[in-house]
């Protein structure tokens, strides 16, 4: 309650939230870098406030975590200063603290609500399902790129339309899809629904997704060998590309233009896309026989149709080069696909050329047959991928509960360590206690012995004079028993 201002803004926000919540439900706040407590108490004091007038029943929780091991031992204490605790609304150190000579101590009905625990904000899981979480002169210390990543987690953390409270000098610049401010003077901002509710890699214990991936590259820049080959198969006019062993042309080598023709869509440049239909069905399966037996591979042959409607054919001849250096662990394929057409036709050639029309309507059937089961497996891949999201955010609330379980274990062991020095305190008042009656009883024994020995009559009473005790000479003069004591001697 340092800031009035802001902490009044925020109590009011918590006050919107508890008379949002059902009959039993349980209200999370997070104070993250809570220091020595101050911070998570006085969320916790405002949401008791805010939850006192209700007619539901709300549970409030407050997490708070820190890096500083000290201070969380000192804020689990929970004992503060007049001067720590001078800021508090009129009537709240009363109502929340018992004093403590110099010194306040949180009451337990208080103290039961907030768990601290000692956390890594970038690196631990969070908590989850969160109502409000307050970061106050945190993230002002961090670099633009972990700003986003704490923002990132407090996105995930939140339940929608969760509230997030910073501090005065602190801003969401970087992150403004994922927050709008509701009180920009405060500082106080709601959790949007615009961005998938996953947790950020910097927390997750799973391998980034992109470890393997090679990337492609796009352009190359011919080397003096690589242009002396190209002009000696442009030399003896040899038609063809380089390729990847995808078949994206890398480099054309002569005229290809009687081969191929340009067609639209996404693979425009896969040299398979670019031949007539059953001439790129069998260059797929050349490309990978020439890969997979590194050797030189040949098609059958196609007809062929020039500008003038003459009549020839061609055959695709599919050779392995020599593999190139990608990257320091990883090499890319390249082969050389070369076009020979073949002037004069003969009978075999007829033959072939006679029989492509069934061929090409093999093709287009094996293509539907392809295009479907691809269609099957990307149905697979998605169901795998909806699936494995569920898993992983089964794993991450699963951590965020063990989080929450183990936070919630270091209060039970410190709360048994204050009963363990408890009990030991009172097993020393006990043996003091026990000393001073063996001491009493012996004082008492001894007063008896000495009223014996005296000859002297004597009677005690007390202020109603009823006896209380006599010695034996007292028999003497008065007719007494012990049946008398409790009596009135008047």
């Not at 109590?11 to 809570?34: F, H, Q, T, V």
Request: charged share 25%; with cysteine; glycine share 4%.
């Amino acid at each position: 309650f340092r800031d009035d201002e802001a902490f009044g803004a925020i109590k009011n926000c918590i006050a919107e939230l508890a008379a949002s919540k059902n009959d039993s439900e349980e209200m999370r706040l997070w104070s993250a870098g809570c220091a020595t407590g101050e911070e998570a108490y006085s969320l916790a004091m405002a949401a008791a406030e805010a939850t006192r007038g209700l007619a539901t029943k709300v549970y409030v929780k407050v997490f708070a975590t820190d890096l500083d091991t000290d201070a969380i031992s000192k804020a689990r204490v929970g004992i503060y200063s007049e001067r720590e605790i001078s800021n508090l609304p009129s009537g709240y150190a009363e109502k929340y603290f018992d004093k403590r000579g110099d010194e306040f101590e949180v009451k337990k009905s208080l103290r039961d609500t907030v768990v601290f625990a000692r956390q890594d904000l970038i690196q631990s899981p969070p908590f989850v399902k969160l109502d409000l979480i307050c970061c106050r002169n945190v993230i002002i210390y961090f670099e633009n790129a972990l700003q986003r990543r704490v923002f990132e987690i407090f996105h995930y953390a939140l339940r929608p339309n969760g509230i997030l409270f910073l501090g005065k000098s602190e801003a969401i610049t970087g992150a403004t899809e994922l927050f709008e401010p509701l009180n920009k003077k405060s500082k106080i901002f709601r959790r949007l629904a615009t961005a998938a509710r996953t947790l950020p890699p910097a927390v997750r214990t799973a391998a980034p997704l992109d470890q393997g991936i090679v990337k492609r590259r796009v352009t190359h820049s011919p080397s003096a060998v690589q242009i002396a080959q190209t002009q000696v198969l442009e030399r003896f006019q040899i038609a063809g590309a380089i390729v990847t062993s995808e078949g994206v042309i890398e480099t054309l080598i002569g005229d290809v233009s009687p081969y191929l023709k340009m067609s639209e869509g996404l693979d425009t440049f896969r040299l398979q896309n670019m031949l007539p239909k059953a001439a790129g069905v069998e260059l797929q399966l050349l490309l990978k026989r020439a890969l997979k037996t590194q050797s030189l591979q040949t098609s059958r042959n196609f007809s062929l149709r020039d500008t003038v409607g003459d009549k020839s054919t061609f055959r695709i001849q599919v050779s392995p080069l020599k593999q190139r250096e990608v990257s320091s662990s990883l090499t890319a394929a390249q082969l050389l696909v070369s076009f020979d057409k073949n002037h004069a036709e003969s009978r075999e050639t007829i033959a072939h050329s006679e029989t492509d029309a069934d061929l090409a309507l093999r093709a287009a059937d094996l293509e539907q047959e392809l295009e479907a089961t691809k269609e099957h497996l990307q149905t697979v891949i998605e169901e795998l991928g909806v699936t494995n999201e569920e898993l992983q955010s089964t794993n991450e609330e699963l951590s965020s509960t063990n989080e929450e379980l183990q936070s919630s274990n270091e209060e039970l062991e410190t709360t048994n360590e204050e009963f363990q020095s408890t009990n030991e305190e009172l097993s020393t008042v006990n043996d003091e206690l026990q000393v001073k009656s063996a001491q009493l009883r012996a004082a008492f024994v001894d007063l008896e012995n000495i009223q014996s020995s005296v000859g002297v009559p004597m009677m005690v009473v007390d202020e109603a004079l009823r006896l209380q005790r006599f010695n034996p000479s007292t028999k003497d003069l008065f007719d007494v028993s012990l049946a008398d004591v409790g009596k009135n001697v008047s």
